[in-house]
């Protein structure tokens, strides 16, 4: 079984930092490939960050590319989300997600287990 909750997330202004925490109180957290996805006020969820099962491969939305970092400590069954040089448009509530696929995968549909959510609010 898949238990996901986020942490980590707040208040920061434009062009500062925090980290998200993903914590995975299952037992398999090392067979998943993890995801990060975010919903802004008034629109549809949307893909941010892949992660396959080892931490070897990801790939990251256009949007956040170059900002955001995503990574994986299996022996700690979290995964994290670094999110850098932070705009007003990132304000979103920001939710981790577990897939049995293998390799990243960018498709909602594809993730099973989902968490809770973690507000991001960026002030400009």
């Known amino acids: 079984q898949v238990r996901l909750v986020e942490s980590g997330g707040g208040l920061v202004q434009a062009g500062g930092s925090l980290r998200l925490s993903c914590l995975d109180s299952?037992?398999?957290?090392?067979?998943?490939?993890m995801g990060w996805f975010r919903q802004a006020p008034g629109k549809e969820r949307e893909f941010v960050a892949a992660?396959?099962?080892?931490?070897?491969?990801?790939y990251y939305a256009d949007s956040v590319k170059g900002r955001f970092t995503i990574s994986r400590d299996n022996a700690k069954n979290t995964m994290y989300l670094q999110m850098n040089t932070l705009k007003p448009e990132d304000t979103a509530v920001y939710c981790c997600a577990a897939t049995r696929n293998v390799g990243v995968d960018t498709r909602e549909s594809q993730y099973r287990y989902w968490g809770q959510g973690t507000q991001v609010t960026v002030s400009s």
């Open positions: 299952g037992r398999t957290f090392s067979s998943y490939t």
């Open positions: 992660i396959n099962w080892s931490g070897g491969s990801t």
